[in-house]
């Protein structure tokens, strides 16, 4: 008699080498430097491989619609501006339907930590060419190769006012963890694009791909990134991909601007269920 495997409820759904497992580590160790309990971190996601990531990360999660996730994280972070929110799209939830929130959410620098996987492919959806996808990408959407420019989500960030720019890579998960930490702890929107290989439907972008077309801006001490043009150069360079803490400045959040040094909770009052009313209106639908 064959043996049925025994899958443990929590195992991940995401496929043998995925990058997420390596955003996954990093995300941890980064909440556990900042010494993050789970009732003060929300994750929200939004559709693609990446939305399961909060069904096995002990906080608050919400797995919102497609390119959906900055409208719900906006509306968790105003609502209680004393927790950590951090949302995580995938190229095609946040660079093509989510688009117009991106662009929205940073000019406005609600305090979110946004982190963007780029696989430069829509993997869950089995291969089709996403906005992140070098032009002449063939894929199962493109057979005769793509006709579109590719989109630079940092760059398009950096044109829209973000205040923190970085870059990271799953195959680089303790520098990713470092990126996280900073974001997390940046007054403002803070973008972290993560280069993430799909080992199933990208047999171009590997991990052996990226290897070879990425630099470290962190290791460069002459290189600063509160210098927006020099950030702007880095990140127009075609031949090589920079990593690291791109662009940083100080500004005011949209917190700060609305509520000003009193940051306090709003919705604990309009949570509290008036017992009484609540039966009468359930009386209706008898």
Same mark, same amino acid.
């Given at each position: 008699m064959r043996k049925e495997k025994n899958y443990h409820l929590t195992d991940p759904t995401w496929c043998k080498g995925c990058g997420i497992f390596g955003i996954f580590a990093a995300l941890k160790k980064a909440? %556990?430097? *900042? !010494? *993050?309990?789970?009732?003060?971190? /929300?994750? %929200?996601?939004?559709?693609?491989?990446?939305?399961?990531? !909060?069904?096995?990360f002990r906080s608050y999660g919400f797995h919102a619609l497609h390119?959906?996730? *900055?409208? /719900?994280a906006s509306g968790v972070k105003l609502s209680n501006p004393r927790l950590s929110v951090l949302g995580i799209s995938g190229d095609g939830d946040a660079y093509s339907i989510g688009l117009g929130h991106f662009i929205?959410?940073?000019?406005? !620098?609600i305090n979110i930590t946004y982190l963007v996987v780029d696989n430069r492919i829509y993997a869950l959806t089995q291969g089709q060419t996403s906005p992140t996808s070098e032009k002449g990408f063939v894929s199962v959407s493109t057979p005769y190769g793509s006709k579109d420019l590719n989109l630079n989500g940092p760059q398009l960030a950096l044109a829209s006012g973000g205040s923190f720019i970085a870059r990271g890579f799953s195959g680089e998960p303790k520098q990713l963890a470092t990126l996280i930490e900073k974001g997390m702890k940046h007054n403002g929107f803070s973008l972290i694009e993560v280069l993430s290989?799909? /080992?199933?439907?990208?047999?171009?972008?590997?991990?052996?791909?990226?290897?070879? !077309? #990425?630099?470290?801006?962190?290791d460069d001490s002459n290189y600063n990134p509160?210098?927006?043009?020099?950030?702007w150069k880095k990140l127009s360079n075609e031949k090589k991909i920079p990593l690291g803490l791109i662009y940083i400045e100080k500004r005011p959040s949209y917190e700060d601007l609305v509520f000003g040094?009193?940051?306090?909770?709003? /919705?604990?009052?309009? *949570?509290? %269920?008036? %017992?009484?009313?609540?039966?009468? #209106?359930?009386?209706k639908f008898k």
């Open positions: 909440a %556990v430097t *900042l !010494n *993050l309990e789970p009732e003060q971190l /929300v994750i %929200v996601t939004g559709i693609g491989c990446h939305g399961r990531l !909060n069904n096995y390119g959906r996730t *900055l409208p /719900v929205h959410s940073l000019r406005r !620098n290989p799909c /080992v199933i439907h990208n047999k171009v972008n590997t991990y052996q791909w990226f290897k070879k !077309n #990425i630099y470290n801006l962190d509160k210098d927006k043009m020099k950030a040094k009193e940051a306090k909770p709003i /919705v604990f009052d309009d *949570l509290r %269920v008036d %017992v009484p009313r609540l039966e009468k #209106i359930m009386e």
